[in-house]
């Protein structure tokens, strides 16, 4: 594809990046209404009528609208240049900005449970509200088990410079971090990112200096990294206690519209198939001519994978494959890449990582990643593009019904992954085929193994923190034993800091941003599953579900359009079967 560029387009955005005008005077109008909207709302009273309530979340579906028009453009660009210091002071306008919106609906939110049962229902039944009902009923539920409004919108307000301030000192400090590596003659100095890409690279020797590095320079902040760390988890544990919520599993269950026996049965189904994920580690250290895998050893490619591609020869294959299912989606993933949707470029000074960030006003997505020019980065691609594809299936519902789960957001992302890996697999040479299959199998790994042990190991870092503070080199043994047993003790060596390198230990919005990784891949794989058994004529039912996501708890999801009960194991089974499978594909490859 020669019209895939490996840099973004911001400017048609806001043009002027962190100095536009254009964004300043946005900002300006988002506080005035801001302003507006709480001086209405102090007035409502639990008698409103339905076109007041109507009239009320029109205005704060727009006014949310346009702030995360401007936070996600902003977030584009501390990503992009982690040193943009008028990035990061606009950051924490928005930081500001964004309390005095969650304080004004919360106290909506709140209104909403002080209206009588029968007047609720009432409201509701009126054909202009009917289409939110999903949206509304969560939101008086989630009242109703917070706090007053009060003392609710104080916690919102010291958490601007509190706990989410934790977080972004934790970007600003990665930011400034890097090591040394010598390369072709000549040292180089890397982000973060660009060294933890490195562990994919077809050098051992690399791999293993690179690591040491990578572990090394980790080590050496870690007392700083465990202070974020335990603030981080002080303040969410203080704020659940003062709402009575005794679980933590709690908010991330149902900011994930998920049962809590929906998990159970997944992490019970990703169990009985990692004794195939093992014997697969085992064959390809053999392969590798290793005596086991190392954690740098987990993304290392097979000889026939080593070949590079470039950003435009990845582009044009996630397009070709795409095309094969649907050919609406390749349309819009061609549209996307030729107009610059995508950040792509490997260079310092970028955040480590991948995302796709929505921009409702202007029904765009922009896709973050530093593309290695490996079967893995263009997995990534793919991945990121099924995000933004999903955004666009969205595009012109309510804003309300655009904000899906993270869970059911991972299945889009996944599925494309899937169409990817499958057509490279399926489009292979004998000598080839091996190491495709390798690296989707890895993809496994990933999500039943290494996500695995970061669910083990936030479950149980947030009971030691109940206790007290936690220590750097506690957090390293409870990081290493959730590692041994989510990989079975499987792998020769470990990587004691991962607590401190994966960012999303550090995300606010979102806690345990781990789980719905697993969910999202195995969902995927089983609405792939349905996928590959229908063929093309399952592309329009796969949008119809995507746009669903948002309107419904995932069990009613994939009772409504696959017609299966997410709290038995039998769908989770079946769809880590799928992976079984690929294990002994690999293993009679191999042999």
């Not at 902040?221 to 335990?230: D, G, K, P, R, T």
């Not at 591609?309 to 044009?316: K, Q």
Request: net charge negative.
């Amino acid at each position: 594809m020669d019209k895939a560029k490996v840099n973004w387009d911001l400017e048609s955005i806001f043009p002027g990046g962190s100095s536009s005008l254009e964004l300043r005077r946005q900002l300006e109008e988002i506080k005035e209404r801001l302003a507006r909207l709480g001086q209405w709302v102090e007035g409502l009273i639990p008698e409103l009528d339905a076109p007041e309530l109507k009239r009320l979340l029109d205005e704060v579906q727009d006014l949310v609208m346009h702030f995360s028009q401007c936070s996600a453009f902003v977030g584009c660009l501390t990503a992009q240049n982690v040193h943009d210091a008028q990035a990061r002071l606009l950051e924490g306008d928005l930081g500001q900005m964004g309390a005095a919106l969650g304080a004004v609906q919360t106290r909506i939110h709140h209104l909403f449970a002080d209206i009588p049962q029968d007047r609720w229902e009432e409201l509701l039944s009126d054909p202009d509200l009917k289409e939110l009902e999903f949206y509304l009923n969560e939101r008086r539920k989630l009242a109703q088990r917070q706090m007053d409004p009060q003392r609710e919108n104080l916690a919102i307000d010291l958490a601007v410079d509190g706990y989410h301030a934790w977080s972004q000192l934790y970007y600003t400090l990665v930011g400034r971090m890097g090591i040394e590596v010598e390369r072709d003659g000549s040292v180089q100095r890397l982000s973060m990112g660009q060294a933890a890409n490195l562990l994919a690279d077809p050098d051992p020797q690399l791999r293993r200096e690179v690591f040491a590095k990578y572990e090394q320079a980790w080590a050496q902040e870690e007392e700083l990294f465990a202070s974020v760390l335990n603030r981080l988890a002080g303040f969410r544990l203080n704020l659940y206690k003062n709402r009575g919520w005794d679980d933590v599993l709690s908010e991330p269950l149902e900011i994930n519209r998920m049962r809590r026996e929906t998990l159970e049965a997944m992490w019970s189904a990703v169990e009985g198939g990692k004794p195939h994920l093992v014997k697969y580690l085992k064959r390809k250290a053999e392969l590798l001519g290793l005596e086991g895998i190392a954690w740098c050893d987990l993304n290392a490619p097979l000889a026939a994978a080593g070949r590079k591609l470039s950003f435009e020869e990845g582009a044009s294959f996630v397009l070709e494959q795409l095309a094969k299912f649907s050919p609406e989606m390749a349309e819009f993933t061609q549209k996307a890449l030729e107009s610059r949707w995508v950040e792509a470029e490997d260079r310092g000074g970028k955040r480590p990582g991948a995302f796709c960030t929505s921009f409702p006003v202007t029904k765009e997505s922009r896709v973050f990643m530093t593309y290695a020019g490996t079967m893995d980065s263009v997995g990534t691609l793919a991945h990121e593009l099924g995000h933004a594809y999903h955004g666009y299936v969205l595009k012109d519902q309510p804003m309300v019904l655009r904000r899906y789960a993270m869970n059911v957001a991972e299945t889009a992302s996944t599925f494309n992954e899937l169409l990817v890996v499958d057509g490279a697999i399926q489009a292979a040479a004998p000598g080839e085929k091996l190491a495709l299959l390798d690296d989707k199998i890895g993809r496994s790994v990933a999500f039943f193994m290494d996500i695995h042990s970061r669910f083990l190991f936030e479950t149980r870092f947030y009971g030691a923190r109940r206790r007290g503070m936690v220590s750097a080199p506690q957090l390293n043994e409870l990081m290493t034993q959730a590692q041994r047993d989510a990989f079975l003790g499987s792998l020769t060596e470990y990587h004691p800091h991962f607590w401190a390198s994966k960012l999303h230990f550090y995300i606010t919005r979102t806690p345990f941003y781990n789980f719905p990784y697993t969910f999202g891949f195995l969902f995927a794989s089983g609405v792939y599953a349905r996928a590959k058994a229908e063929g093309p004529s399952f592309a329009g039912k796969y949008k119809a579900l995507l746009a669903d996501t948002a309107r419904m708890t995932v069990e009613d999801l994939a009772r409504k359009h696959l017609g299966v009960d997410l709290t038995k194991p039998d769908f989770w089974e079946a769809a880590v079967g799928l992976t079984i499978q690929d294990v002994e594909e690999f293993l009679r490859t191999a042999n």
